[in-house]
């Protein structure tokens, strides 16, 4: 077992770092750049908190719908045959709420001001 | 110096050129660059702008119209009252410049979020869309017979070409693979006509002002096609930018839109604008994947690449809300 700080807890630091004592130092595209840095290791923390929950109730959502056990890759490769060769579509039972929660799931990790997920998220009443 | 190049260049053609000032890379990838620079003369300073392949970089990418269908592209669309820069020079060998083109620089913004958020364009705003269904009108009834030779696609060979794509990138998203299928059953056939189209007919590529649209830019990805694609694109939800109720562009409607191509002389197929504005959502979902590839694999290893393959994602809850919208 690793020792803590967790990883979780050691991107944070950098990025506050960054973001509180290296942002009003720095001008021009560097500045630009450095907001790029903070983003990605603000997304990095997203998927170290919310990544393996959303990832396991994934897993059991297409084993059900598929009837297929496996890696998460192996799945969704499963899945997008399926889709391709027209033997389940959104007519099928579980189909368009998993791509929901597996969609909304990526964006919760990728880009949770994304205007159109803050709407799908209103819609949830959350 | 890019400078003494330039000099060299513009006082062969542009009378009582003296030299150049104020020269400033826009933008360049590794076979393309845009460059902002002044022309002196007697009279004072003229804006220019130089569009360029480097030496040693001729051959285009296979969308890519190339630099001198892009330079005929501008002229003609200058020439028949549309919002285009005048093209001044047409590079040649001599030049020692690459290939490419220098025109007329057109102040104005290109930026998104400031054309949707500034107070300078909150008069442009409101009458954008329907400048911009007139502005594309004219494009598509630019007339054949005098354009270059472009590649003619069509809905059917584009479905094939992103369905390529996507897969060779051997990373499985089953909401790309339900697009493809809704595309392939909803492909409208071949257009009744064929027409110029511009191909990237949105925001970045389109220079505004306080009084509205000034130039379309970038006619890098045109071809002969449905013109109703060019109407899909600029309805494609991320070139909204945060202002999703507004579907073109974020300042207008689609009826706005449509007007405005009414009132250029042309009709619109609402059914085909729908199909391409999906087409267009996965092919922006499908060039993020593209740009993220370029990262890894190394041509371009920057931050910036790397995250927009965390963007591809935003394109499937677009294509989600077109293709499964949830009630209520």
């Given at each position: 077992?690793?020792?803590?700080?967790?990883?979780?807890?050691?991107?944070?630091?950098?990025?506050?770092?960054?973001?509180?004592?290296?942002?009003?130092?720095?001008?021009?595209?560097n500045a630009?750049?450095?907001?790029?840095?903070?983003n990605i290791?603000?997304?990095v923390?997203?998927?170290?908190?919310?990544?393996e929950?959303?990832?396991?109730?994934?897993?059991?959502?297409?084993?059900?719908?598929?009837?297929?056990?496996?890696?998460?890759?192996?799945?969704?490769?499963?899945?997008?045959?399926?889709?391709?060769?027209g033997?389940?579509?959104?007519?099928?039972?579980?189909?368009?709420?998993?791509?929901w929660q597996?969609?909304l799931?990526?964006?919760?990790?990728?880009?949770p001001?994304?205007?159109?997920?803050k709407?799908?998220?209103e819609?949830?009443g959350k | 110096?890019i400078?003494?190049?330039?000099?060299?260049c513009?006082?062969?053609?542009?009378?009582?050129?003296t030299?150049?000032t104020?020269?400033?890379?826009l933008?360049?990838?590794?076979?393309?660059?845009?460059?902002?620079f002044?022309?002196?003369?007697?009279?004072?300073?003229?804006?220019?702008?130089?569009r360029?392949?480097?030496q040693?970089?001729g051959?285009?990418?296979t969308?890519?119209?190339?630099?001198?269908?892009?330079?005929?592209?501008?002229?003609?669309?200058?020439?028949?009252?549309?919002?285009?820069p005048?093209?001044?020079?047409v590079?040649?060998?001599?030049d020692?410049?690459?290939?490419?083109?220098i025109?007329?620089?057109?102040e104005?913004?290109?930026i998104?979020?400031k054309?949707?958020?500034?107070?300078?364009f909150?008069?442009?705003?409101?009458?954008l869309a329907r400048?911009l269904?007139?502005?594309?009108?004219g494009?598509?009834?630019?007339p054949?017979?005098?354009l270059?030779?472009?590649?003619?696609?069509?809905?059917t060979?584009?479905?094939?070409?992103?369905?390529?794509?996507?897969?060779?990138?051997?990373?499985?998203?089953?909401?790309f693979e339900?697009?493809l299928?809704?595309?392939?059953?909803?492909?409208?056939?071949?257009s009744k006509?064929?027409?110029?189209?511009?191909?990237?007919?949105?925001?970045?590529?389109?220079i505004?002002?306080?009084?509205?649209?000034?130039?379309?830019?970038?006619w890098?990805?045109?071809?002969?096609?449905?013109p109703?694609e060019?109407?899909?694109?600029?309805c494609?939800n991320?070139?909204?930018?945060?202002?999703?109720?507004?579907?073109?562009?974020?300042?207008?409607?689609r009826?706005?839109?449509?007007?405005?191509?009414e009132e250029?002389?042309?009709?619109?197929?609402?059914?085909?604008?729908?199909?391409?504005?999906v087409?267009g959502?996965?092919?922006?979902?499908?060039?993020?994947?593209?740009?993220?590839?370029?990262?890894?694999l190394?041509p371009?290893?920057?931050?910036?690449?790397?995250m927009?393959?965390?963007?591809?994602?935003?394109?499937?809850?677009?294509?989600?809300?077109?293709?499964?919208?949830?009630?209520?």
């Amino acid at each position: 077992m690793q020792d803590e700080p967790t990883p979780i807890e050691l991107t944070k630091a950098v990025a506050d770092f960054l973001r509180n004592d290296i942002t009003p130092v720095i001008s021009g595209h560097n500045a630009f750049k450095l907001r790029v840095a903070i983003n990605i290791l603000d997304l990095v923390t997203r998927q170290l908190t919310l990544g393996e929950g959303s990832d396991d109730a994934e897993a059991a959502r297409l084993a059900k719908l598929l009837g297929l056990q496996g890696s998460l890759i192996e799945q969704n490769r499963a899945l997008g045959e399926r889709i391709a060769k027209g033997e389940v579509d959104l007519a099928t039972p579980g189909l368009s709420e998993h791509l929901w929660q597996t969609t909304l799931a990526k964006l919760a990790v990728d880009q949770p001001n994304y205007a159109s997920y803050k709407r799908e998220l209103e819609r949830e009443g959350k | 110096m890019i400078e003494d190049e330039l000099t060299r260049c513009v006082v062969r053609w542009y009378p009582g050129a003296t030299g150049v000032t104020a020269a400033a890379k826009l933008s360049g990838g590794a076979s393309q660059e845009t460059w902002s620079f002044d022309i002196l003369h007697a009279g004072g300073k003229h804006g220019a702008i130089l569009r360029r392949s480097p030496q040693g970089y001729g051959a285009a990418p296979t969308r890519a119209a190339g630099l001198d269908a892009e330079a005929r592209l501008m002229q003609l669309a200058h020439d028949a009252g549309l919002p285009s820069p005048k093209v001044m020079h047409v590079l040649k060998p001599e030049d020692d410049l690459g290939t490419g083109f220098i025109m007329q620089r057109i102040e104005g913004e290109t930026i998104a979020r400031k054309i949707l958020r500034d107070e300078q364009f909150a008069k442009a705003r409101p009458i954008l869309a329907r400048q911009l269904g007139k502005v594309s009108a004219g494009i598509h009834s630019l007339p054949r017979d005098q354009l270059p030779s472009l590649r003619e696609m069509s809905a059917t060979k584009e479905i094939a070409e992103m369905g390529r794509e996507y897969r060779s990138f051997d990373w499985p998203r089953p909401v790309f693979e339900l697009a493809l299928r809704w595309l392939g059953d909803h492909d409208p056939g071949p257009s009744k006509e064929v027409t110029l189209v511009h191909g990237d007919f949105r925001h970045g590529n389109l220079i505004i002002g306080p009084d509205g649209v000034r130039a379309v830019l970038d006619w890098e990805l045109a071809h002969f096609g449905d013109p109703m694609e060019d109407l899909g694109w600029i309805c494609v939800n991320s070139w909204r930018f945060g202002e999703i109720d507004k579907p073109v562009g974020g300042f207008g409607s689609r009826e706005e839109l449509f007007a405005g191509y009414e009132e250029g002389g042309r009709k619109v197929d609402p059914d085909r604008v729908k199909f391409w504005e999906v087409m267009g959502t996965l092919r922006w979902g499908v060039m993020c994947c593209g740009m993220m590839q370029r990262f890894r694999l190394g041509p371009d290893h920057s931050m910036e690449r790397a995250m927009i393959g965390r963007r591809a994602s935003e394109t499937e809850i677009d294509l989600l809300r077109l293709l499964a919208p949830r009630g209520g």
